[in-house]
């Protein structure tokens, strides 16, 4: 049986590619995740990315049932929500919180993760690799 990871975006991260691109680079997250996909052909790799809270935590709770284990960029509601830390913590799927920029060597207030502490761990700053190394951490 493939192993099934799947990967969480947050707000704003439907603009990868264009938004900020000194800072999240130029690559659309649609076609990094089809390189993924054809790097890593052995694992079912699945997708869902949401600007509202709600959302996030409603595919939380669906994925996390199903899912081997979940990567995890909840952007700015990284430092904000509580609810989806708890979410994190209510379901089986151990989670890897992924960050595009070194968030510790950017705002105070980034420095902040409700989510890190229910995290299997955080991987941050290594721009979109940041996800392939969560990949590897659960392969």
């Known amino acids: 049986m ?9 707000p704003n991260l439907n603009l990868l590619g264009t938004r900020e691109t000194e800072i999240y680079g130029s690559v659309p997250f649609d ?12 694992l079912n790799i699945t997708f869902f990315q949401s600007n ?9 709770h669906e994925m996390g049932f199903k899912a081997t284990g979940i990567l995890m960029n909840a952007g700015g509601f990284t430092h904000t929500s509580i609810a989806i830390g708890d979410a994190v913590t209510a379901i089986p799927a151990p989670v890897v919180e992924i960050h595009i920029s070194n968030i510790f060597a950017r705002e105070e207030f980034r420095h902040k993760s409700f989510i890190a502490p229910n995290a299997m761990g955080i991987i941050s700053g290594f721009g979109l690799e940041s996800y392939r190394l969560g990949i590897l951490y659960f392969i």
Do not use: D, T
């Not at 076609?31 to 052995?42: A, G, N, V």
């Open 2 to 10: 493939r192993k099934h990871l799947h990967i969480i975006n947050g």
């Open 31 to 42: 076609e990094y995740l089809e390189q993924l996909r054809m790097q890593f052909p052995k």
């Open 52 to 60: 509202v809270e709600g959302e996030i935590i409603n595919n939380l």
